[in-house]
């Protein structure tokens, strides 16, 4: 067995409980994931099987796309609905017009600060581990690149949207800061990774059908 699976990944599991589903249908150990999802998220999780494992750094650098939807008015510990509530405010003076003029102030090269909920490391220790024990810790800035941040649907208190960005993008961060810039606060209601790299949600088998007639052969370009 060696080559890639492009999974479905349903919500409310993490990427390794992915991997470990996978390991047991195709009766196969060495297996691994190119890229973790959240567990809220849902959408394009790429496996790797056998030999192929050892090509993760390959993938690391594709761009990806999403589609997602915040909620208006509320702000979140995590920056989901999932999260504890720090605060509501009034959403209803937001108009269409000005989601789209945040969104613009959101597209091209910018810098995005962190999440604690991410894996991102402070002094050898992942975020999200830090944020479990209910400490925040201060976070740099780092430069990303969004392609496309198009609304899709405006019903307050939720926006819908779509996404085309670079890797280490934050979805959530997105969300939070197009509320803060907004003066009511937002928080994410549900991610759908749609693409990563040439590898779209056309290209992807529900978890539950999974085999091993799924895994593909896949060889980088130079």
């Avoid at 470990?20 to 849902?42: E, F, Q, S």
């Avoid at 606060?185 to 990563?196: E, L």
Wanted: aromatic share 6%; charged share 25%; hydrophobic share 40%.
């Amino acid at each position: 067995m060696d080559g890639i699976i492009v999974v479905d990944k349903p919500s409310g599991m993490t990427s390794h409980d992915v991997v470990a589903i996978i390991r047991r249908k195709i009766r196969n150990k060495r297996v691994g994931h190119a890229g973790t999802l959240d567990p809220l998220a849902t959408g394009v999780l790429v496996i790797l099987v056998g030999p192929s494992t050892r090509l993760f750094d390959k993938f690391v650098g594709f761009d990806k796309g999403y589609g997602a939807t915040l909620k208006l008015g509320v702000k979140t510990r995590s920056a989901d609905i999932q999260g504890e509530v720090l605060l509501e405010r009034p959403f209803e003076a937001v108009t269409q017009p000005m989601v789209e003029a945040s969104f613009k102030k959101f597209t091209g090269l910018i810098g995005q600060i962190p999440p604690m909920v991410s894996a991102v490391k402070h002094e050898g220790q992942r975020l999200y581990k830090l944020a479990r024990k209910g400490i925040e810790v201060k976070r740099e800035p780092r430069q990303i690149r969004v392609d496309t941040l198009d609304l899709i649907e405006f019903a307050p208190p939720f926006v819908r949207f779509h996404l085309d960005c670079s890797k280490g993008t934050y979805v959530r961060q997105i969300a939070e800061d197009v509320g803060e810039d907004l003066g009511c606060g937002a928080c994410i209601t549900d991610i759908r990774r749609t693409r990563v790299g040439p590898f779209t949600i056309n290209d992807a088998v529900k978890l539950d059908d999974v085999n091993a007639t799924h895994i593909h052969p896949w060889h980088p370009s130079a």
